[in-house]
């Protein structure tokens, strides 16, 4: 993987981290580990955008 890519990522993941969560999560199965991760629309729409730069 790409070292600049790959750095904007690590980048999201801990800013999705440090945000403070809205509610307590009910436990849904079969969620994926990028739904626990990307929490905002503008998460979403950054690693969207990352992943077509891949």
């Known amino acids: 993987m790409d070292e600049k890519l790959a750095s904007k990522i690590n980048y999201l993941i801990q800013k999705a981290k440090e945000s403070p969560k809205k509610s ?16 905002t629309k ?6 969207m955008k990352l992943l077509k730069s891949a």
């Open 42 to 47: 503008e998460q979403a729409d950054l690693f």
């Open 24 to 39: 307590k999560a009910t436990t849904v199965r079969n969620r994926s580990s990028l739904h626990k991760i990307i929490k």
